[in-house]
């Protein structure tokens, strides 16, 4: 990484102008490249690259990204009640 210094979810989230709480959703849904750094989980630390990624796939929208769209959900039917079969022996 040389000279590019790690940025923290907060440098993230400003550089972004969103909340640090949707950073780290969109760590938690695979959106956005990160690495852990330290014990245990770790803190969260981003390069300059990993942004970039992120900004060029949002920028390119839903038709690019890998996972289809979910398909809307059927309205149910009104209910009916059943028949009853009066011709049966």
């Known amino acids: 990484m040389g ?4 940025l923290s979810v907060r ?15 969109l ?4 959106k956005l490249p990160h690495r852990r750094i ?5 803190a969260i ?7 970039a990624a992120y900004l060029d796939q949002a920028a390119r929208g839903p038709a690019a990204r890998a996972t289809p769209p979910v398909p809307p959900t059927p309205t149910p ?10 011709h049966a022996s």
């Open 11 to 25: 440098d993230v989230a400003t550089q972004l102008n969103v909340s640090t709480q949707t950073i780290y959703d």
């Open 3 to 6: 000279d590019h210094p790690l």
């Open 27 to 30: 760590c938690a849904a695979g």
């Open 38 to 42: 330290g014990v245990g989980r770790g």
């Open 77 to 86: 039917r009104a209910w009916a009640p059943a028949r009853k079969n009066y």
């Open 45 to 51: 630390r981003f390069t300059t690259g990993d942004v």
